[in-house]
């Protein structure tokens, strides 16, 4: 069993940057895809930002510029640097991590974006 576990969220004004982590109960080496979701309230999960080994990253649109993903595996930790955040980023962001036969989530850190 897979776990993953978020960190780093919090309360921030509008420009300000936050780091969220995502520690893995195994290396990121074993999954085939990675990435960050977020869910707003009364919205669908989006996907943020991801990326396969071998490939380069995605990112939604509403994120390009600001976000970056990244992967420590001497730490088994994966990371969503947000800058120049905006109100509209304010959700509770998931990390997700894919095998051939497995998805797993971590349980989620609320980001707050407000003035």
């Known amino acids: 069993q897979v776990q993953l576990v978020e960190s780093g969220g919090g309360l921030v004004q509008p420009g300000e940057s936050l780091r969220l982590s995502c520690a893995a109960s195994?290396?990121?080496?074993?999954?085939?895809?990675m990435g960050w979701y977020r869910q707003a309230p009364g919205k669908q999960r989006e996907l943020v930002a991801s990326?396969?080994?071998?490939?380069?990253?995605k990112y939604a649109d509403s994120v390009k510029g600001r976000f970056t993903i990244s992967v420590d595996n001497a730490k088994n930790t994966m990371y969503l640097q947000m800058d120049s955040l905006k109100p509209e980023d304010t959700a509770v962001y998931y990390c997700?991590?894919?095998?051939?036969?497995?998805?797993?989530w971590g349980q989620g850190t609320q980001v707050t974006v407000s003035s």
């Open positions: 997700n991590a894919d095998t051939y036969s497995a998805y797993y």
């Open positions: 990326f396969a080994h071998g490939t380069s990253r």
């Open positions: 195994r290396s990121f080496d074993n999954f085939i895809d």
